[in-house]
C-alpha cells in the first residue's frame, strides 16, 4: 500500500526524521488560509500515487502568497496518469545544496532489507550508474547499527558534520521500516541545506499483508471502483483494456489464460484470478462482475484441483437463468468432477472444452465476430 | 529416490484439527504419506484419526522423530508456527499459508538459515514425490512416478503442466512448489542444484513467472552448473507492468522481473523455453525419446 508523500513525511516527522514545514489542503480557499502564516517561497506538490508528478506539471512554486492560491487552483484541476490530484502539499522551499538518495527496500534474493545509498539522489535511482550506489544488506535480527551506517557514508565519502546526521537518519527510517512493516522507505532527495539534512520527498510503501498491526494506518487504495469491488469479495482481480473477459483459477493459471489470449490474437479485458476453491455463490458473483464490463466474449478457464468444476458449472447455471449470458461464453473445465461438470452445461445447452488452447482459439474468435456486429473494434 | 520428500518422511501437521488442516491430512494419508503427528495447542493428548495431537512441536519431535511439518495455521500466527518448527529442529518446514507479512517472511528466512531447516514456502501448493509422499495441498491424481523434477512459482498452472506431462506418459521425480511470494524459502537455483544431484532425475521442468529475478539467477545457475537438459515456460507474457497479478511476487517493478529479461537469459543458457504451456509435453518427449 502506498502512502501519500504528506502521510509519508508525517510518518518520517513522527519518528524523529527532519521534513520540511508544510500543510495539506483539498481546497483553494483552505491552501489559501493554511498559508497565511507560511513564509514565501513555497513548493506546492500535488499528491498522487504514480511516480514521474514533477514531469507532469504535478509540482509548482510560489514566490508570493498570492501565487499560491492560483497554483492551487490549478493543481486541484488536474489529472496526473489517471490520478485525479484532490489533495496538496505546501511546503517551504529549503535550500539545497546537495541531494543525497536513501533508501531500504526488500531484496527478494538474498531475503533481508538492502540499504540503498547514493550522492547523487534528486533523480530516480535506475538513473544514477552502479558505481555510485552503495547497497549494504541487513541482516533482520540485528537491523542498522551505527557502524553498518558508518560503513555506508564511508563509501559515499561524505562531509564529517552531514554523515553524523545522516547516521541518525539511517537509524530512524530503519526503525521505521520494520516497525510500520513497510517493504519500502524512500528518501529522494535527502537534501542537505547549509548544515541541516532535510527528506525533500518521501515514498512509504506499507505491506498490505500486515496492515492487521496497524490498525491506527488508513487505508489507501489505487485501484478502480470495480477492482475494489471485486478484491472485497476475496478475489484477485486487475483491470486490462482488451474485449476478452477472464475468470481463471490461481493466479499462475490467470496469467497463462491472458497470455494464450494474445497467442491466438485476442486481448484480455481484464485478470480474474477467483482462486483456489471458490464457491457456487462467489464463482456466481465473479461472473456477473465480468459481463457488467461489456466484453465482447468470455472466457472461463478452470483446471480443477480444490476447485470442483461441477460447483462452477452450476454457478454458471445460475447466471444463465437468472441473468441470462448476453455475449458469447467460452468455458474449458478440466480436473475435479469435470465429467459431472460438463454433462450439467451441456443439459443446459452449453458446450464445454476439455483443452485450454481449444477454447482461447474459440473465445478469440468469437470475440471477433462480436466485434465486428457491434462494430466496435475495426 | 527424489528430492526433499520421499517414503521416510516422517510428517507433522501444525494445525492439524483446523479447516483447512484437517482436510488435507486426509488427501496427504490417502496419498501414503506418513503422517506421524499433529500440533494444535490446548490439544495435546488427543488423537485425529489415529494421529497423535500434540501441544508444542517440540513434543511432537521427541516423541515420534517427524523431521517434516507442513503449516496450516492463519498468516498472522505463521511466523511463531514456522519459528516453532525450526527451533525443534525439523528439516523441512513447508508454509502453505497465503500473506504472510514479508517482514516475517525475512524472519523466518533467516532464523531458518542460522538452524539449517530448508523452508518450502510460503504460499506454496507444496512438495510431491509421486508415489511416495505429499506434503502439500497439490489434488492426489495428477501425478505418476518418473524422472523429471519440477519446480514451479505457481499451484494450478504446475498442475495443469504436470497433469498434461502425466497424461503423456511422462512422470515425475519430485515436484516442489517454490510459492508466489516476493521472499520465499526456496529458489529455483535451490532446487536445481538438488535435481542435479539426484540421479533418478533425467530432466527438469521450470514453471517460472514474471516479478523479481529467479529465473535470471537460476539461468546463469544452469550455464554455469547444469548438465541435465531444462525446460520452462514463464506466464505472464502480456501482463502490464506495475500491476500484482495475483501473487504478490508477480509484478513487473520499473524494468525489472519482466518476461523478456527471464526468456532472454534462459534460451542464453540453453534452456528450452516454451511459448505455451502446451509444448512443453512435446519438447519432452523429444528429449527423453518418449513415445
Redesign the interface.
Known amino acids: 500500500m502506498k502512502l501519500y508523500e504528506y502521510m509519508a513525511k508525517e510518518l518520517l516527522g513522527k519518528n524523529g526524521i527532519p521534513v520540511p514545514r508544510g500543510e495539506v489542503a483539498g481546497s483553494t480557499s483552505e491552501a489559501k488560509q493554511k498559508t497565511e502564516e507560511m513564509d514565501t517561497p513555497v513548493a506546492i506538490k500535488s499528491q498522487v500515487l504514480s511516480g514521474g508528478r514533477g514531469k507532469a506539471g504535478g509540482i509548482k512554486f510560489a514566490e508570493k502568497p498570492e501565487e499560491v492560491s492560483e497554483a492551487a487552483e490549478e493543481l486541484l484541476d488536474m489529472k496526473i496518469k489517471g490520478y485525479k490530484v484532490d489533495t496538496i502539499l505546501i511546503e517551504e522551499k529549503i535550500r539545497i545544496d546537495q541531494e543525497l538518495y536513501l533508501s531500504i527496500a526488500i531484496d527478494p534474493v538474498n531475503k533481508k532489507p538492502v540499504v540503498i545509498a547514493s550522492k547523487e539522489g534528486g533523480v530516480d535511482i535506475e538513473e544514477v550508474p552502479e558505481d555510485k550506489i552503495v547497497k549494504r544488506y541487513v541482516d533482520p535480527k540485528w537491523g542498522v547499527d551505527p557502524y553498518v551506517s558508518r560503513e555506508i557514508l564511508d563509501e559515499l565519502e561524505l562531509d564529517q558534520i552531514v554523515s553524523k546526521q545522516v547516521t541518525k537518519i539511517m537509524k530512524k527510517i530503519y526503525d521505521l521500516f520494520k516497525n510500520y512493516d513497510a517493504e519500502l522507505v524512500e528518501i529522494n532527495p535527502l537534501v542537505v541545506s547549509g548544515e541541516k539534512v532535510v527528506a525533500a520527498d518521501a515514498k512509504i510503501n506499507i505491506d498490505e499483508d500486515a496492515l492487521f498491526r496497524h490498525k491506527d494506518l488508513p487505508k489507501i487504495s489505487d485501484k478502480t471502483e470495480l477492482e475494489k469491488k471485486v478484491e472485497e469479495m476475496g478475489l484477485s482481480f486487475v483491470e486490462l483494456d482488451g474485449d476478452i473477459a477472464i475468470m481463471a483459477n490461481g493466479a499462475g493459471m490467470a496469467m497463462t489464460t491472458l497470455d494464450v489470449i494474445s497467442y491466438f490474437g485476442g486481448s484480455a479485458a481484464n485478470f480474474l484470478d477467483a482462486g483456489g476453491g471458490a464457491s457456487v455463490e462467489l464463482t456466481k458473483q465473479a461472473l456477473e462482475v465480468l459481463l457488467s464490463t461489456n466484453p465482447n466474449a468470455v472466457l472461463i478457464n478452470i483446471f480443477g484441483g480444490i476447485t470442483r468444476c461441477d460447483d462452477v458449472a452450476s454457478a454458471l447455471i445460475q447466471v444463465k437463468n437468472e441473468t441470462g449470458i448476453p455475449v458469447p461464453l467460452v468455458i474449458r473445465l478440466m480436473g475435479t468432477n469435470d465429467e459431472k461438470g460438463v454433462q450439467m452445461l451441456k443439459d443446459n445447452g452449453i458446450t464445454a472444452y476439455r483443452m485450454m488452447d481449444e477454447a482461447a482459439k474459440k473465445v478469440v474468435e468469437l470475440a471477433k465476430e462480436g466485434a465486428d456486429v457491434d462494430g466496435n473494434i475495426g | 529416490m527424489a528430492i526433499l520428500v520421499n517414503a521416510d518422511t516422517r510428517l507433522c501437521i501444525q494445525g492439524i484439527t483446523g479447516h483447512q488442516g484437517s482436510f488435507h491430512r486426509g488427501q496427504m494419508k490417502d496419498y501414503g504419506t506418513k503422517i506421524v503427528a499433529g500440533v494444535s495447542p490446548g490439544k495435546g493428548g488427543k488423537e485425529v484419526e489415529g494421529v497423535p495431537v500434540f501441544n508444542t512441536v517440540a513434543k511432537a519431535r521427541q516423541e515420534t522423530a517427524c523431521n517434516a511439518s507442513i503449516i496450516f495455521v492463519p ?2 500466527f505463521c511466523k511463531d508456527a514456522a519459528f516453532e518448527a525450526i527451533d525443534a529442529g525439523i528439516e523441512l518446514v513447508v508454509l502453505i499459508s497465503e ?9 523466518i ?2 532464523f531458518a538459515r542460522e538452524r539449517g531447516s530448508t523452508i518450502v514456502g510460503p504460499n506454496t501448493f507444496g512438495v510431491i514425490t509421486p508415489g511416495q509422499c505429499k506434503v502439500g ?3 492426489n491424481r495428477y501425478y505418476k512416478p518418473g524422472e523429471v523434477g519440477v519446480v ?9 503442466i504436470v ?1 498434461d506431462m502425466t497424461l503423456n506418459g511422462i512422470g515425475q521425480s519430485t515436484v516442489v512448489g517454490l510459492g ?1 511470494d ?3 524459502g526456496c ?1 529455483f537455483t535451490d532446487m536445481l542444484e538438488l535435481f542435479e544431484e539426484e540421479p533418478n532425475t533425467r530432466a527438469i521442468v521450470m ?1 517460472g ?2 516479478g ?3 529465473e535470471e ?1 537460476a539461468a546463469k545457475y544452469i550455464k554455469e552448473e547444469m548438465t541435465k537438459p531444462v525446460f520452462a515456460y514463464i ?6 507492468a506495475g ?8 509484478i513487473i517493478e ?2 525489472r522481473g519482466t518476461f523478456e529479461s527471464k526468456v532472454t537469459s534462459l534460451e542464453e543458457a540453453g534452456v528450452q523455453v516454451a ?4 509444448q512443453l509435453v512435446d519438447m519432452l518427449k523429444k528429449d527423453l525419446s518418449i513415445k
Open positions: 498468516a498472522p500473506h504472510i507479512p514479508v517482514q516475517d517472511a525475512m524472519e528466512m533467516a495441498i497439490m489434488p514451479a512459482r505457481s499451484g494450478t498452472l504446475s498442475y495443469q497433469g508466489g516476493r521472499v520465499v529458489d514453471i513467472e514474471i523479481g529475478s529467479r539467477a506466464a505472464g507474457k502480456s501482463a502490464p500491476k500484482r497479478m495475483g501473487h504478490a511476487g508477480a520499473g524494468n511459448q505455451m504451456p502446451w
